[in-house]
């Protein structure tokens, strides 16, 4: 029988953009069909394999566009959003191949399975909808800052926790409903529901993140949300930055003293920011 931590490990080396989402949302079907084992992790961190394009330049070089109703802010918007959800993706997909422990619960395998299967839909609604607007993935540059997320977490799952879904994938709870809005003043209702099922299915990612983070935290003896901070600033480099979306953020299960408490200080951590 396959194992799940190969089948995740083939996610990540998977180059092209489609077929890794599409390897994203087979590996959940295998599991749900019994067709996967859990073995032991793998050590090692595996970069993603990347197609040729987009060029990955420094964030402050990626072009931002206003949203109008001309396609080429919109085009930007999606296709920055799209390189989001592939990060995402491969984010998944390395929490799985390096913490899944056999001796883990099997909830979280199933949790973190549809975060990565939900992760590679995502890239593939915002791909067709690049399509429609007669552009794709590749098409502009891009940045690689998500990525040192896992580079900065590689050795611990708490950490991975604390960092990736409830710093980064909260972020965008912030920025998506803005975002939504925009996209519907200027009549691009196709955009806006691609952008607004993402954002529903990203408060259950964050959610998750929040679940297994309290679970990981209490396994090793610590108050969640006392440890947290500390973990942040370790690992995070920057800042959380208000405005947050409250709502958004409680239907997702994060304590709104944690996360204020740290908005705009400067932490010393190396990993990327959201959003």
Not at 45 to 59: C, G, K
Not at 93 to 112: I, K, S, Y
Request: glycine fraction near 8%; proline fraction near 6%; aromatic fraction near 6%.
């Amino acid at each position: 029988m396959a194992s799940l931590q190969a089948g995740a490990a083939e996610v990540l080396a998977t180059a092209d953009p489609l077929a890794k989402a599409e390897a994203a949302q087979a590996l959940q079907a295998a599991w749900l069909a019994g067709d996967l084992t859990v073995r032991e992790p793998c050590q090692e961190l595996v970069r993603p394999a990347r197609p040729a394009r987009p060029e990955l330049v420094a964030p402050r070089l990626v072009a931002r566009r206003r949203i109008t109703r001309g396609t080429a802010g919109r085009v930007a918007l999606l296709h920055a959003i799209a390189h989001i959800e592939l990060n995402a993706v491969d984010l998944a997909a390395d929490l799985l191949a390096r913490f899944g422990a056999p001796a883990l619960p099997r909830a979280f395998f199933e949790d973190w399975l549809q975060v990565l299967a939900e992760e590679g839909k995502h890239f593939s609604l915002l791909s067709q909808r690049l399509a429609d607007l007669d552009s794709h993935y590749g098409a502009l540059p891009a940045h690689d800052g998500l990525w040192e997320a896992a580079e900065a977490t590689a050795d611990d799952l708490l950490a991975r926790l604390a960092v990736v879904p409830l710093v980064l994938e909260a972020r965008g709870l912030d920025v998506t409903p803005m975002m939504i809005a925009k996209l519907e003043a200027v009549e691009d209702g196709a955009s806006a529901a691609v952008l607004r099922i993402i954002y529903e299915e990203e408060i259950g990612h964050v959610a998750a993140g929040r679940r297994w983070y309290a679970w990981a935290a209490e396994a090793r003896g610590l108050d969640p949300w006392q440890a947290w901070p500390d973990l942040v600033r370790r690992h995070f480099k920057g800042a959380l930055k208000p405005p947050f979306n409250h709502e958004g953020r409680a239907n997702a299960g994060l304590p709104r003293g944690g996360y204020e408490a740290l908005a705009e200080r400067p932490v010393d951590g190396v990993a990327g920011e959201r959003g």
